[in-house]
Nanobody, 126 residues
Framework: QVQLAESGGGLVQAGGSLRLSCAAS????????MGWLRQAPGKEREFVAA????????YHVDSVKGRFTISRDNAKNTVYLQMNSLKPEDTAVYYC???????????????????WGQGTQVTVSS
């Protein structure tokens, strides 16, 4: 099993940047595909970005494409979400998630993630 802990959230003005980090502990980090999801008040949890176990392939949802970048450092057991040109509609609690279901590579389905962090709040003011 893996434990996940997000950090890096905060309050930022529209147009600003934040970098979220998710540190993993427990089993070998490189065995897990990773993702970032977010949940705004009163809304369902939304998938944001995904990355394969090696980091060779990534996926970003259209609403963040060109502004957010997911990456990982397997030597540091950490996955990142660089967020640029932030908008008020990006305000949400951001969660990182991990999974190691067999046969998966780039996973964009919420229900195929098995382990979740506690989340970090991102607030973008207009």
């Amino acid at each position: 099993q893996v434990q996940l802990a997000e950090s890096g959230g905060g309050l930022v003005q529209a147009g600003g940047s934040l970098r979220l980090s998710c540190a993993a502990s427990g089993r070998t980090f490189s065995r897990y595909y990773m993702g970032w999801l977010r949940q705004a008040p009163g809304k369902e949890r939304e998938f944001v970005a995904a990355i394969t176990k090696s980091g060779a392939s990534t996926y970003h949802v259209d609403s963040v494409k060109g502004r957010f970048t997911i990456s990982r450092d397997n030597a540091k057991n950490t996955v990142y979400l660089q967020m640029n040109s932030l908008k008020p509609e990006d305000t949400a609690v951001y969660y990182c998630a991990a999974g190691d279901l067999p046969g998966r590579a780039l996973v964009v389905r919420n229900d195929e993630y098995e382990y979740w962090g506690q989340g970090t709040q991102v607030t973008v003011s207009s």
